[in-house]
């Protein structure tokens, strides 16, 4: 409520008109539907599981490219397919009106852990791959892994650290 407090003063909107907006605001909140409060909750959660199988698919899109590639072209490969999710990600966040600061937090912190864990695993299992079939290409799986995460969390911090103020 004070981001929204905040905006409505830079706007012009004087004390007594933010209050009553705010009382509106407040009012509204308190009043939903108790469906309409479940089903925040449920968009919540299903973006978050779409995330985490989407990151999941893209770990196992990336063995033929573990395969194949190493060193620069690898890791330009995975920041180019971290960025493109994270991009997707931070747009369907962005468009989720009801989230709060924790529902922030905790989507910063759990969605790029989750990423690290599917692409680590995906990286060992390359790894093992390449050694039965006679390919010496291995790579650092905890590397590779962060690397992605920090290219798929690079567009959410843009947004929220630099952008966020100019899209209100």
């Known amino acids: ?26 009012h509204a909140k308190a009043n939903r539907h108790p469906r309409i409060k479940i ?10 599981l779409i995330a985490i199988i989407g990151n999941f698919i893209i770990s196992i899109s990336l063995i033929p490219i573990l395969l194949a ?15 493109s999710f994270g991009l997707l990600f931070e747009l369907v966040i962005r468009t989720i009106e009801h989230l709060e600061a924790k529902h922030h937090i905790f989507l910063g912190i759990m969605v790029p852990i989750t990423a690290v864990i599917n692409v680590v695993i995906i990286v060992a299992f390359s790894n093992n791959l390449e050694k039965a079939i006679n390919i010496q290409n291995p790579h ?3 590397l590779v892994g962060v690397v992605y995460a920090l290219a798929f969390i690079l567009p959410y911090l843009v947004y929220q650290l ?5 899209y209100r």
């Open 1 to 26: 409520m004070p981001d929204i407090k905040k905006r409505l003063e830079r706007k012009g909107w004087s004390k007594k008109e933010i209050i009553r907006a705010s009382r509106i605001i407040e």
């Open 39 to 48: 089903l925040d909750k449920l968009v919540f959660w299903i973006s978050l």
């Open 69 to 83: 590639l190493n060193n620069l072209p690898l890791y330009l490969v995975l920041i180019t397919l971290g960025i």
């Open 140 to 142: 650092n799986p905890l």
């Open 162 to 166: 630099f952008l966020k103020d100019k």
